[in-house]
Structure formats: structure tokens, C-alpha cells
T-cell receptor, first 115, second 110 residues
Framework: ETGVTQSPTHLIKTRGQQVTLRCSSQ?????VSWYQQALGQGPQFIFQ???????GRGNFPPRFSGLQFPNYSSELNVNALELDDSALYLC??????????????FGPGTRLTVL | GIQVEQSPPDLILQEGANSTLRCNFS?????LQWFHQNPWGQLINLFY???GTKQNGRLSATTVATERYSLLYISSSQTTDSGVYFC????????????FGTGTRLKVLA
């Protein structure tokens, strides 16, 4: 149990549509990161939010956007869906641990299928 | 950018066997974590280990930062150890942007 939840669990969309994925982390987790994991590959960093502002971005186009809210929840929005967007989307929140140990905790993921 | 390579890519073990998984990275890192991804996709933290050695039950890990590699040891493997093991590195402190390795897919047979 990581304390990070995601919704929905599964989602099916068609090309061109828009989707919003949600993540909720524990109180005090002030950094949230989103990753895309294609089948058979490792997670790829999309972007990160710290105190409600984007704080780093991977190699993803602008149609991938996000929001972080004061209640430690966040959203990943993807516009103009493409077939290649089919993947497991993971959010991870950071817990500022003891002695400088900054461990990322991952949610269970949302599996998106684009038809 | 930094490259993270894991070996072996696939591993099949009989229950009770021991194994060593390796993670090589191409540049200095500030943080390193090992994860186990279960068949349902959940990434479980195993170790936060930017350097040194840690043990947790049947699992232990060693990172030699100066030589840019980390090892994950699994002893007396069980079927529940099956899944994919990832190492992930953070290059610059505080960014929490992790670069994941290619993964080792482990199957433990009863």
C-alpha cells in the first residue's frame, strides 16, 4: 500500500478524443510525477509538478498537460489521442523522508487503450 | 541523456534458487531505486539505495556509485517474486525525475 491512488483503472477511448486521468497522493507529498509505460518497456517520464507548478518535463508533446491541486491530487490530460498513446499511465508522489531519503511512491496506474 | 541498462533481460528460476540482477548507468546519479512491478502493473518500492548496501528479508541490494552499477540479490526465490524488476536513477538531486532501466523479467517456477 503506497497511499497513492489513481482513477480510473481502465479506460478505452478513440483516436482524436481527449482524456483526463486522476491521481491522489498522501498529505505532505508535494511533488507528483507522471509516467507513461508502453507494453514491454520501462516507464517514461512525462512531467512533474511541485506545489502546483510544472517543474520538469520529458520528451512529450504539449498535448500532454497536467494540473496539481492544493489537496495533493493531480490530473494528466491528453488531447487529440493517438493510437500510440495506448499505455499504462503511472503517477508517483514524493515523500520527503528522513535523512534526505526522497523515495517515490507509485500508484496502481490507469491502463488507457486508444482505438 | 543518461543510459540505464539492466541484465539479464529475462530470467527463469526454480523456487528456492538465488539470483543477481544488475543495473548499469552511464553517468553520476544522486538517487537510485529498485522496484518490483507485479503482473497487475503496480510498482512496489524495494530499495532506495544511491550507495552502499541494504537488506530486507530475502532481498538485498548494493550500489557502487563510483563504478556506476547496482546489484539486486534475491535469495530463496518464491513464485510471488515473479514479475519485472526495474532500477531507476535520478540524475540531479531534487528533481525526482527518474530514468528507468530496461527491466529484468523474472519467472519463478514452483
Amino acid at each position: 500500500e503506497t497511499g497513492v491512488t489513481q482513477s480510473p483503472t481502465h479506460l478505452i477511448k478513440t483516436r482524436g478524443q481527449q482524456v483526463t486521468l486522476r491521481c491522489s497522493s498522501q498529505s505532505g507529498h508535494n511533488t507528483v510525477s507522471w509516467y507513461q509505460q508502453a507494453l514491454g518497456q520501462g516507464p517514461q517520464f512525462i512531467f512533474q509538478y511541485y506545489r502546483e507548478e510544472e517543474n520538469g518535463r520529458g520528451n512529450f508533446p504539449p498535448r500532454f498537460s497536467g494540473l496539481q491541486f492544493p489537496n495533493y491530487s493531480s490530473e494528466l490530460n491528453v488531447n487529440a489521442l493517438e493510437l500510440d498513446d495506448s499505455a499504462l499511465y503511472l503517477c508517483a508522489s514524493n515523500y520527503p523522508g528522513l535523512a534526505g531519503q526522497d523515495t517515490q511512491y507509485f500508484g496502481p496506474g490507469t491502463r488507457l487503450t486508444v482505438l | 541523456g543518461i543510459q540505464v541498462e539492466q541484465s539479464p533481460p529475462d530470467l527463469i528460476l526454480q523456487e528456492g534458487a538465488n539470483s543477481t540482477l544488475r543495473c548499469n548507468f552511464s553517468d553520476s546519479v544522486n538517487n537510485l531505486q529498485w522496484f518490483h512491478q507485479n503482473p497487475w502493473g503496480q510498482l512496489i518500492n524495494l530499495f532506495y539505495i544511491p550507495s552502499g548496501t541494504k537488506q530486507n528479508g530475502r532481498l538485498s541490494a548494493t550500489t557502487v556509485a563510483t563504478e556506476r552499477y547496482s546489484l539486486l540479490y534475491i535469495s530463496s526465490s518464491q513464485t510471488t517474486d515473479s514479475g519485472v524488476y526495474f532500477c531507476a536513477v535520478e540524475r540531479a538531486s531534487g528533481t525526482y525525475k527518474y530514468i528507468f532501466g530496461t527491466g529484468t523479467r523474472l519467472k519463478v517456477l514452483a
